[in-house]
């Protein structure tokens, strides 16, 4: 007899034990329990969380058939433990029953992993960089989802889902996500939502769908720093004289409504006013030429100089590489799910999913004395789909598996411009924003904020 017989099975079994180990290692202890009293519950809430995560990560075409592999290797982890459910209808039922809660437990748990598995790389220059983005993924077009989700007259685009994440950029990992239809609230509306969740000595770096005035100042009266694109349909000024000190590079974001008056007319009462949003303005250009503006409440130029803050924002475009591999690598640029509710459950975990890929690729990448954006997400993908289905590429453990999931370190000599595909949108860079100077109205509007007496001696 062989000795691939002899020791097949044994490999085989300790391979998805040690899947369960490291999917164990970033599972919390407390609020996810593997047992319960009552007899009758076949998916305790850790079963759900292991089972919807080997889910996300399946290759099935449908999610019948990636249930059946997930919960196949559930059953060989868990061999001591009563049989979790049989159906794909009583997992989704028990995801909409207590699905949520075994999230917001594991996102609690997943953010503090983040700090330790970043280590030091978790803050740069002085600044710790978090990036937000969003991006939308097609569903079926069945009536509920149209009707549920709403559908874009854009290209005859189907129902779809609209998400927003927050993101640590120097490691690449996942900090939280909102998601809604696609005619429902925005990226700006859903990344308030998270606002909170943002650490206080946080900067964040995003692309010129995130301006706003209620958006910027909700950062700045937290303590948030903040580098963000801005466009031609932003509106600045100059030479307001409310900054004690003006530069050439100081603009203002004090939008019509925010003044409490019209195009003409000076407001009779201050009570409906706003103050302005002292900002400042950095030109570059990319690489082609093209002008680039970012905008910063970082007034001081030696604190964050014009090139730190290309530099940082350039960062950000490490999002592109987490949607490539939640998109295409994993496999969710469509979800399967044919009800809204669904839906939204299978979007949720594929998130989990790829959250717990890459705390499981990062800190390898730590204990190897690397960043943890120096894992492949394809790679690592691949390791942990070996290891659902048994397949031991190498006489190697999975841990030393996923130390060898690296990114490629080849330097690209061909183009990287896309083939033109004629069904494809062309995308067209945000312009120059307006950066007029302040008019006679407005200066006078100022002078009479300015006259106000402070709010602590109006008090006495």
């Known amino acids: 007899m062989s000795r691939r017989q002899v020791d097949g099975p044994s490999a085989v079994e300790s391979y998805k034990l040690e899947l369960r180990d490291a999917i164990s290692q970033f599972l919390p202890h407390r609020g996810l329990p593997l047992l319960t009293k009552d007899g009758r519950v076949r998916w305790t809430s850790r079963l759900l969380a292991t089972v919807a995560i080997l889910m996300a990560w399946g290759s099935g075409p449908t999610l019948l058939d990636r249930f059946a592999l997930a919960r196949a290797a559930l059953v060989d982890i868990y061999r001591t433990r009563r049989r979790p459910g049989s159906s794909v209808e009583g997992l989704f039922r028990a995801l909409a029953s207590h699905g949520q809660k075994v999230l917001a437990v594991l996102c609690e748990h997943w953010r503090k992993c983040v700090r330790e598995v970043a280590g030091d790389h978790w803050q740069t220059d002085d600044w710790v960089l978090f990036g937000v983005d969003g991006s939308k993924f097609d569903c079926p077009r069945t009536d509920a989802n149209e009707k549920g989700l709403g559908v874009s007259g854009r290209n005859n685009s189907g129902p779809q889902h609209l998400l927003t994440c927050l993101f640590h950029i120097t490691s690449g990992l996942l900090w939280d996500w909102r998601r809604d239809g696609i005619h429902g609230q925005g990226e700006r509306s859903q990344f308030m939502k998270m606002l909170d969740l943002l650490p206080l000595n946080a900067m964040l770096l995003a692309d010129a769908g995130f301006t706003g005035y209620e958006l910027l100042k909700a950062l700045m009266n937290r303590g948030n720093s903040f580098v963000i694109r801005v466009g031609a349909n932003v509106k600045l000024i100059r030479k307001l004289g409310y900054a004690m000190e003006e530069h050439k590079h100081t603009v203002y974001l004090w939008p019509l409504d925010k003044q409490g008056r019209n195009k003409r007319s000076m407001p009779k009462r201050l009570d409906k006013v706003q103050r302005p949003l002292v900002l400042r303005l950095i030109r570059l250009?990319?690489?082609?030429?093209?002008?680039?503006?970012?905008?910063?409440?970082?007034?001081?130029?030696?604190?964050?100089?014009?090139?730190?803050?290309?530099?940082?924002?350039?960062?950000?475009?490490g999002i592109e590489v987490m949607w490539r591999g939640l998109k295409q690598t994993m496999g969710h640029h469509k979800l399967l799910s044919r009800t809204p509710q669904r839906a939204g459950m299978e979007l949720d975990w594929a998130m989990a999913g790829l959250w717990m890929l890459q705390l499981l690729g990062g800190s390898r990448m730590t204990e190897a004395g690397r960043s943890p954006d120096c894992h492949s997400p394809a790679q690592t993908l691949r390791v942990v789909r070996a290891a659902l289905s048994g397949r031991r590429r190498r006489r190697k453990s999975l841990w030393m598996e996923l130390g060898l999931a690296v990114k490629d370190t080849y330097h690209r000599t061909a183009s990287k411009n896309a083939r033109h595909f004629p069904k494809k949108r062309p995308q067209t860079p945000p312009g120059v924003p307006d950066a007029r100077m302040a008019s006679a109205v407005e200066k006078r509007l100022i002078q009479r904020i300015l006259a106000q007496p402070p709010p602590d001696s109006a008090a006495a």
């Open 285 to 317: 250009k990319d690489a082609k030429g093209r002008p680039v503006v970012l905008l910063t409440n970082v007034l001081d130029p030696f604190k964050l100089g014009d090139e730190t803050a290309a530099r940082m924002y350039r960062l950000r475009w």
